[in-house]
């Protein structure tokens, strides 16, 4: 059973996935700091200094008592935080977009198949009609 395992670990497509995961995941995080330091500020800019992470909807307000200890957290819709996850998904899909065209602009072109040859069956055509001459 070790063997078998060490054979599956070992196969092309399990290490061509985890690279693939560590990848992404680092790939992820450029990104995601990308959108949140310089795309988020450029749109902020074009809105009015608005900070999307910043947005919320408040359903109920913190409690906090007399010694100003919070005993009850906010509650709120942060849909700011949901539209920049949103933009992060758009970048990522358009760099992984470029990356797997560049991708595929590095594979050499699919070959044509050869030109099929002559069958058995028409060998054997052949040459019972030049045994008939």
Sequence with gaps: MLKEFKNFIMTG????????????????????GFVSNIVMPVVGMFTGGVNFADKKVVLSEAVVDAAGKVTQAENAITYGAWIDTIINLLIVGFVMFIIVKAYNKTKAP?????????????????????LKK
């Excluded at 699919?110 to 030049?130: F, N």
Aim: glycine letters at 8%.
């Design 13 to 32: 497509n399990v290490v061509e996935f985890a690279v693939a995961v560590i990848m992404a995941t680092a790939i992820g995080g450029v990104v995601n």
């Design 110 to 130: 699919a070959e044509e198949p050869a030109p099929a040859g002559p069958t058995e069956l028409d060998i054997l055509k052949e040459i019972r009609d030049s």
